[in-house]
C-alpha cells in the first residue's frame, strides 16, 4: 500500500468516525432534551437544507481548488462547533437552538469537505487498482462507522454527552493530521473557473449517463424510504428499553454489519456485475428494514439491522465503483458533489419523513412503510434502467 493511501485512509477512520459519533450524540441529545420525534426529524431537515443549496458549489470549489486544502480548511468548522457544545454543554446552558445551529454549520462545511475528499482517492490509485481501493476504503469507513456510534454510547453511558463532543475534536485534528500528509497526483484535463456554467456541467454530465444517474437515484429514494436511523432513540428508550448502552450498541449494529460485508468483499475478487449486485443489496436492504421496524426483541433488532448494514455497504462499493470509473478526473468534484446531493437528501429526508410519519402514526409504522417503499423503488428501477441493470465494471458505460 502506498504511503499516499494509507495517509488516505488514517484521515478518512478518523474523520467517518468522528462524524458518525457526532451524529449519534446529536440525536441523542436532541431527545434527551425533547423526548419528541418531531424534533428528531427536524435534526434531518437542518442537515439537508445546505446540502440543498450548496453541494454543487461545493464541487465546483473541488474541481477549481487543491482538495486536499478544501478538506483540511471544512474539517476546521466542525472542530470549532463541537468546542462550542463542549462548553455549552459543561456549563448547563446548551439549548435545542443550539444544537441547530451548530448542526447547520457542520453541514454546511461538509458539503464542501465531502465532494474534495471523494475526488482525492481516484489520484491516490491506478485505475486498475481502482475498484480494490474503493473496497478498501469503505472497509475502514465501515469499521469507522461501527466504531463511532459505539464510542458515543459508551461515553454517554460513562461520562455524560459532553465528553462525545470532546472526542470529536481529537478525532477530526487527527483527520486534518492525515490528510497534510497526501500528495495527490495533479489534476487530469483542464480545470474551469469557478461560474454557474461549471457548477451546472456537473449535473448536465449525470443526467446523460444513465448508470450513474441510475445509482444515485436508486440510493436516493431506497434511503429515503427505508432509513431507520432518526428512529433509533425512540427504539432504544421506548420500545426496546435498553438504554444508552442499548442504543450504541443498535447503533453500531448496522455499522457491524457494513463492516463484515466489506471484509468479505475485501478478501473476494471484485464484482465484476455491480449493477445487478446493487439492485440485490438494495432488496436485502428494504427487506431487513421491514424486519427491524416489527422487532420487539433486542437480539432480533440488532441483527436485521446489521443485515440492513450488510446490503448497505455491498451497495455503497457497487455505486462507487461505478460512478467514479464513469467520470473524468477533471470533473470528479462536481459529480461527487451531485452524488454526496443525493445521498444528502436521502439521509437526510428520510430522518425528515421517518421522524414526522412517527410523529403522526409510530415508529414501527414510519419503519415498516418505508421498507416497502423501499422495495417499490427498487422494483420500478429495474424495469425502467436496464442499462444500470445490466452494468459490468469491466464494461464501462460510454
Known amino acids: 500500500m502506498s504511503r499516499n493511501l494509507s495517509a488516505y485512509l488514517a484521515s478518512r477512520f478518523c474523520s467517518a468516525m468522528a462524524m458518525t459519533m457526532l451524529r449519534a450524540a446529536i440525536a441523542w441529545h436532541v431527545f434527551d432534551l425533547s423526548g419528541s420525534a418531531f424534533h428528531l426529524g427536524l435534526v434531518g431537515l437542518v442537515q439537508f437544507l445546505p446540502a440543498l443549496f450548496l453541494t454543487l458549489v461545493g464541487g465546483a470549489v473541488a474541481d477549481t481548488y487543491d482538495r486536499r486544502r478544501v478538506c483540511m ?7 470549532a462547533c463541537c468546542g462550542v457544545l463542549f462548553a455549552a454543554t459543561q456549563r448547563g446552558s446548551i439549548t435545542l437552538e443550539l444544537l441547530y445551529a451548530m448542526i447547520l454549520i457542520v453541514s454546511i462545511a461538509q458539503t464542501f469537505g465531502n465532494p474534495a475528499r471523494a475526488a482525492l482517492l481516484p489520484s491516490l490509485v491506478p485505475r486498475a487498482a481502482f475498484p480494490r481501493a474503493v473496497t478498501l476504503a469503505s472497509t475502514v469507513q465501515a469499521l469507522a462507522f461501527v466504531s463511532g456510534p459505539t464510542a458515543c454510547g459508551f461515553i454517554i453511558a460513562a461520562a455524560g454527552i459532553g465528553a462525545v463532543y470532546g472526542a470529536y475534536e481529537l478525532l477530526a485534528l487527527g483527520s486534518v493530521v492525515g490528510l497534510f500528509f497526501l500528495r495527490p497526483a495533479p489534476v ?17 454530465y449525470v443526467r446523460r449517463q444513465p448508470v450513474v444517474l441510475g445509482c444515485m437515484t436508486l440510493d436516493m429514494f431506497a434511503v429515503i424510504f427505508g432509513g431507520a436511523t432518526a428512529l433509533l432513540p425512540i427504539y432504544a ?9 442499548g442504543y450504541g450498541v443498535l447503533s453500531a449494529a448496522l455499522e457491524a454489519g457494513a463492516l463484515l460485508s466489506a471484509v468479505v468483499m475485501l478478501a473476494l475478487p471484485p464484482v465484476r456485475r455491480a449493477g445487478r449486485a446493487l439492485l440485490v443489496a438494495v432488496t436485502v436492504y428494504g427487506a431487513a428494514t421491514i424486519v427491524f421496524g ?3 426483541w433486542f437480539p432480533l433488532s440488532v441483527a436485521a439491522y446489521a443485515l440492513v ?10 455505486r462507487g465503483t461505478a460512478i467514479q470509473l464513469n467520470t473524468p478526473d477533471e470533473l470528479r468534484g462536481r459529480v461527487s458533489a451531485v452524488n454526496f446531493l443525493f445521498i444528502g437528501a436521502s439521509n437526510q429526508l428520510g430522518a425528515v419523513e421517518s421522524g414526522f410519519v412517527a410523529a403522526l402514526t409510530s415508529a414501527p409504522f414510519a419503519v415498516v412503510s418505508g421498507g ?5 423503488v427498487v422494483a420500478i428501477v429495474t424495469l425502467t434502467l436496464p442499462a444500470l441493470r445490466d452494468y459490468r465494471v469491466d464494461h464501462p458505460a460510454a
Open 237 to 245: 428508550t421506548d420500545i426496546l428499553q435498553v438504554g444508552a448502552l
Open 294 to 296: 416489527l422487532s420487539q
Open 309 to 318: 448494514g450488510v446490503a448497505d455497504q455491498v451497495s455503497v462499493v457497487m
Open 372 to 376: 416497502i417503499g423501499c422495495l417499490v
Open 73 to 79: 480548511i471544512a474539517q476546521s468548522v466542525p472542530i
Open 188 to 204: 487530469e484535463g483542464p480545470r474551469r473557473a469557478m461560474s454557474w456554467e461549471a457548477v451546472r456541467s456537473g449535473l448536465d
